[in-house]
């Protein structure tokens, strides 16, 4: 299979000496995983995948202090050798000479051993102070066309179609940090950038060919490395998404698998229920689970089994490798209750042990906080189960508060009691603010149209999820009202970022082309974005909210010295909001400010609520 070959695979072909003992050559090495290491990890085992035509025949052997091999591990396929490595604390940083002998071979090969840093700041995680951005890189900016197709990989740029390639890259994200900084964002989430050499659909990045080659359409892995700094000098750390569970079809491993078990249903696909409550489901059989956690995730993504424990390392040490590597800010991991729990339980505490200070944000796409809670760490699930997932994307307040907003004015009662119902079970979570909350993602319609185009439910919606507890993550153009009216269509919903393109007629960056309402949607953004990077009552103030009256809901996040009041009226009609009940909060307070108005308000008498509208009240005194 034609592949392009990246600067890691180029620097191991150049550093590969071969020394032959007879005339005809009969084994060699086309790749070693990881493509270097460091010294100075707390898990001190290195596997090495080894791959080359007729390896698995050779013995390694290492003479570098403070290095040995503990272990070696051959399997079905003659072409692969997996070499443990213990590497001691005394190990030298410098480069070592595996040697691989056998019947008429030898080779050495020559093996970087780095040292880990050790500024704690390297890759300390992003937090309830943070706003995340989330990019999909194809359809943000395009910032390097010389790339937008590659030779050898047959998806090539077609930005007429919804699901193809469009060209977006990392340089166009390294080129947008002002205007993400200038936002107020502290954090960005990019969608997989990773190899996704498939022969179609690949520009969302969930198929992945290459673990450790980043897709020469996006750009390259010195990019994204200097992306990741260049980032961090502004102060905005870079989240990277993570695919454990699956793979692409065309993942070099499909080639050449190294054992009968590398894959789940692996001479006969099977596409997974998404059942997932049989994780949880006391009267769950083992066929169920099975047929969810073992399911391809379609066709052309085969469903990798964690419980192979070398591929179990292999997975392990390529997210410490790109944390190390990047020095992230964090990761998001795709369909965390996919694979193999106990692997993701072993996954997630790996990372977390040699990054006390990292996030990991796992995806659990459910409406019940009974299902999202029982992944994060520090829950006492009844089961028995452990995690050490530190954070989970929050679902069931998005999925509640979308309903709440698009409900009809109920005959008694309050539209709004379900969302102040769902999060009075914040018991359920270790740590409710450490959830990531958000308004839309890449995986469904923008609130803008989940709201009906509603300007006065999308102003609810983003005032909502930057001002509730937890860590709020906006989806790129929701602050420019990008839409998708009429369809669900994931190529129509990750359309293109205005003004990403050369000869744009609408541009963000700029504001050219904009409606007013855009316009005003996008300073709203950034008005509350950079009042709440300021504001640390937001970042980690209690929670306290009131019986929703009518159509009218309050809530206030408040420490010892700050407080701020939000309210909200979803009614048609104006409101005299009497004060009295908030004593608890309010009790000797006069003057507040309107962050979304500027307004001044009297908070020791009833508060004048417009129709539709939100008050965002910092109390001044």
Known sequence: ????????????????????????????????????????????????????????NLTPSVDYPGVKVARVER??????????????????????????????????????LRSKISDPTHATGFTAADSIYLITPDRFVNGDPTNDSVDGYRDPLNRSAEYGRHGGDIAGISSSLDYIG????????????????????????YATTDYYTVDPRFGSNELYLQLVADAKRKGIG???????????????????LPTDDWLNFQDAPSITTHARTTHQDPYASGFDKRAHADGWFSDDMPDLNQRNPLLADYLIQNSIWWVEYLGLAGIRQDTYPYPDKHFMSEWSRRIMDEYPDFNIVGEEWSANPNIVSYWQAGKKNHDGYQSWLPSLMDFPTQIVLTNVLNAETPQWGSAWTPLYELLATDFLYPEPQNLVIFPDNHDMSRIYSQ??????????????????????????????????????????????????????????????????????????????????????????????????????????????????????????????????????????????????????????????????SVLLLEIID
């Open 75 to 112: 399997v079905k396929s003659d072409n692969y050798l997996f070499i443990y490595l213990q590497i001691n604390a005394e190990a030298p940083v410098g480069e070592l000479d595996i040697q691989f002998n056998g019947a008429g071979d030898v080779l050495v090969y020559r093996y970087e």
């Open 451 to 612: 709201v009906n185009e509603d300007d006065d439910l999308f102003r609810m919606a983003i005032v909502f999820n930057l001002t509730m507890r937890g860590i709020p993550q906006i989806y790129y153009g929701t602050e420019v009202l990008m839409a998708n009216p009429g369809t669900e269509s994931h190529g129509v919903i990750r359309s293109d970022f205005p003004g990403g393109w050369e000869g744009d007629q609408r541009n963000a960056f700029t504001g050219d082309g904009l409606t007013d309402k855009e316009l005003s949607a996008q300073q709203l953004v950034k008005d509350l974005l950079n009042w709440r990077k300021r504001s640390k009552v937001i970042h980690n103030g209690m929670l306290m909210h009131y019986a929703p009256r009518g159509e009218v809901y309050t809530y206030f996040r408040y420490n010892n010295n700050d407080t701020v009041m939000v309210v909200m009226n979803r009614g048609e009609d104006s409101v005299d909001l009497p004060v009295e009940q908030f004593a608890e909060r309010l009790a000797g307070k006069h003057q507040a400010i309107d962050i979304i108005s500027g307004d001044r308000h009297d908070v020791s008498k009833p508060l004048m609520l417009r129709p539709r």
């Open 238 to 256: 870079v989240i990277m998404d993570v695919i454990v569970n699956h793979i692409g079809r065309e993942h070099w491993w499909m080639d050449d």
């Open 182 to 205: 200038e936002m107020g964002f502290t954090a960005i989430w990019i969608n997989p950038v990773l190899e996704n050499a498939m022969p179609r659909w690949s520009y969302h990045g």
């Open 1 to 56: 299979m034609t592949r392009i070959l990246s600067t890691f695979v180029s620097a191991i072909l150049l550093n590969l000496a071969i020394i032959s003992a007879c005339s005809a050559q009969t084994a060699s090495i086309d790749r070693v995983e990881p493509p270097f290491w460091w010294q100075g990890f707390k898990h001190q085992e290195l596997q090495l995948l080894i791959h080359g035509d007729n390896i698995s």
